[in-house]
């Protein structure tokens, strides 16, 4: 168990509509990440957030957005979906400090399913 | 744009024997590269990682030997069991930001890996 929380496990929903995936970091981790792992493009990095700032953004679409609230949750929150956003999505989070901040932490991940 | 390459895709070797994947990437700003393992369902673990200062890295039955010069680095997976069996991924990342907060992980494509009695 890495320590990072993810929910749901499985989301399926139907073409058009929104979806929010909530993450919890390790304790103590200020950044966190999203990724996006499919079949077809592996595990591309999404975006990136660090102390609720936007740090770095990926190949990631205009119709998804993230933030990180205070308490350091993250949601990732998609929008007017397509059948191609059918994919399992990662959370992963890192330390804020120098030393081990390279260490990725990946959580359980929720497969969302669009049909 | 491919900056990790991995292969083989698939490997199968049998109980006892020794798995090895290689990684080779372009990107000469990257300074840390770590292996994933992950299971069916589950999201990638860390396993073990190396920074490009250090030609070898072992864990256990895990070893990753990295070539500078070459741009690849690989891991070495001793006594492979059947646990073993899962997909691999190598990862590479760069420096962070002045807060040494981590970048962004650029994966390679994975290596199934099966293990067998």
């Known amino acids: 168990d890495s320590g990072v929380t993810q929910t749901p496990k499985h989301l399926i929903t139907a073409t058009g509509q929104r979806v929010t995936l909530r993450c919890s970091p390790r304790?103590?981790?200020?950044?966190v990440y999203w990724y996006q792992q499919s079949l077809d493009q592996g595990l591309q990095f999404l975006i990136q957030y660090y102390n609720g700032e936007e740090r770095a953004k990926g190949n990631i679409l205009e119709r998804f957005s993230a933030q990180q609230f205070p308490d350091l949750h993250s949601e990732l929150n998609l929008s007017s979906l397509e059948l191609g956003d059918s994919a399992l999505y990662f959370c992963a989070s890192s330390p804020g400090l120098a030393g081990n901040y390279h260490e990725q932490y990946f959580g359980p991940g929720t497969r969302l399913t669009v049909t | 744009q491919q900056q990790v390459k991995q292969s083989p895709q698939s490997l199968i070797v049998q109980k006892g024997g020794i798995s090895i994947i290689n990684c080779a990437y372009e990107n000469t700003a990257f300074d840390y590269f770590p292996w994933y393992q992950q299971f069916p369902g589950k999201g990638p673990a860390l396993l073990i990682a190396?920074?490009?200062?250090?030609s070898e890295k072992k864990e256990g039955r895990f070893t990753i030997s990295f070539n500078k010069s070459a741009k690849q680095f690989s891991l070495h997976i001793m006594d492979s069991q059947p646990g073993d069996s899962a997909t691999y991924f190598c990862a590479a990342t760069q420096p962070g930001g002045p807060t040494g907060t981590a970048s962004k992980l650029t994966f390679g494509t994975g290596t199934r890996l099966q293990v067998t009695l």
């Open positions: 304790s103590g981790d200020l950044s």
């Open positions: 190396i920074r490009p200062d250090v």
